[in-house]
């Protein structure tokens, strides 16, 4: 875990790839891409589902274990229309009627709104202003607040001896926004160029590292 201040909030980098706003109780993941495996398996691509399984496993333990009361997703929830894993996540959803889900709208959100409406999803659109922050999918052009967001799939490539080498995903902060890394199981990675200005984490077995 490694911990930041950001326009005066204290923001926690989990390993899990996702923000905690600890003073709102608030989790932020992007991306998560859910059926995403299920739409690849009916094409007849033999994935294997516990990659899918483990975006639950991991989302549940942090709702679990880090006092979360909210859940605020930005954009590409679910990744294709609607298949038996919607079906999955509304009953996942049943689990935690405590916690507040909600949905800042991706390129990959398709389904009807009242699909989301059932499963007792709160939307806000393409962004959502909270704080001294403002929420998208995609990287925002004009904006007053800092500006968090996802849709890039962040990583950096990692050298090590010789010619190995490693494709991480992390966080990328710089001075007037934030790219989360995707939450899901099943996503790519998008290599970034840092300026020297910035600072970037690394996800790496479990561990937040601090390489800018």
């Known amino acids: 875990m ?3 201040i950001i326009q005066g909030q204290e923001l926690e980098l989990l390993a899990e790839k996702a923000l905690l706003w600890s003073k709102r109780s608030a989790l ?3 991306d998560v891409h859910l059926g995403k495996i299920t739409h690849f398996r009916k094409s007849g691509m033999p994935i294997p589902r516990q990659a899918e399984l483990e975006n639950y496993e991991r989302l549940s333990s942090l709702i679990l274990n880090r006092g979360v009361k909210r859940v605020l997703i930005l954009g590409d929830l679910f990744h294709s229309r609607l298949n038996s894993e ?4 509304v009953r996942f959803l049943k689990d935690f009627q405590e916690v507040g889900f909600e949905l800042v709208h991706g390129n990959h959100d398709i389904l009807p709104d009242s699909a989301y409406q059932h ?3 709160l939307l806000h659109g393409e962004t959502h202003r909270e704080g001294p922050f403002i929420f998208s ?3 925002l052009e004009n904006f007053e607040a800092y500006n968090i967001y ?4 962040p990583g950096v490539i990692m050298s090590g001896v010789g010619r190995q080498s490693l494709r991480l995903p992390c966080f990328h902060f710089m001075s007037d926004a934030a790219v989360l890394p995707a939450f899901g199981s099943f996503t790519g990675l998008h290599i970034i160029k840092a300026k020297a200005s910035d600072q970037v984490f690394v996800i790496s077995d479990q561990s937040i590292i ?3």
């Open 2 to 4: 490694q911990s930041l």
């Open 28 to 30: 932020i993941i992007a």
């Open 86 to 89: 919607w079906d999955r996540f």
């Open 119 to 121: 499963a007792n999803l």
């Open 137 to 139: 999918h995609h990287p």
């Open 150 to 153: 996802g849709h890039i799939h």
């Open 210 to 212: 601090a390489v800018r």
